[in-house]
């Protein structure tokens, strides 16, 4: 078993300001300039040979290449169950259309459905049981957030891996749009 996401890499030129405002939470796990990305669709836990199919079916996917831009910030959760803090994702229909595609491919190599919504971000940090005071103080001092316009190009089959250090994120395979 592999565990499996799709996602668009975030440039070192966006990704340096968000790591500039990785600070003033305590106990937040910041997650580091090579970890962040939007995802476009998490896979879960997949066998081997189900990986081999997904990796052909998103290779397969086309699409003009985009721009997008993050902006706002976030919290994922409420009360003492907040978990993340985010970059958000300006609204952008490519990306949507790329998600969907995304989720068409795991369905052509039989994964199941995701049956949640998508709501593109950019995970910054993760939380245990934060003090949701603390959290609010952070998004309001970090608000607003709008970065340049990135282009998008490319995205990627990930796998994840635990390590004494935290989630190591390892790109698998990477498809040109």
């Not at 079916?57 to 086309?62: A, F, P, V, Y």
């Not at 993760?126 to 609010?136: E, S």
Request: one cysteine or more.
């Amino acid at each position: 078993m592999i565990r499996l996401f799709a996602a668009i890499p975030v440039p070192d030129d966006i990704g340096e300001p968000l790591l500039r405002r990785q600070h003033g939470l305590p106990g937040a796990r910041w997650r580091p300039l090579e970890a962040l990305h939007i995802t476009l669709r998490f896979f879960g836990d997949v066998q081997e040979r189900a990986a081999e199919d997904l990796d052909l079916e998103l290779s397969h996917i086309t699409s003009p290449p985009f721009g997008l831009t993050l902006d706002s910030v976030g919290a994922f959760g409420e009360g003492p169950d907040i978990h993340a803090v985010w970059a958000g994702v300006a609204e952008s229909e490519p990306l949507r259309r790329l998600a969907g595609r995304c989720e068409t491919a795991a369905r052509r190599a039989k994964l199941p459905p995701d049956g949640r919504a998508y709501r593109p971000h950019v995970t910054m940090a993760y939380l245990r049981r934060p003090d949701p005071a603390d959290v609010a103080a952070w998004i309001e001092g970090n608000a607003p957030l709008r970065s340049p316009t990135f282009a998008v190009d490319r995205f990627g089959l990930y796998s994840t891996h635990q390590t004494g250090e935290g989630t190591r994120y390892v790109l698998e395979a990477e498809y040109r749009l």
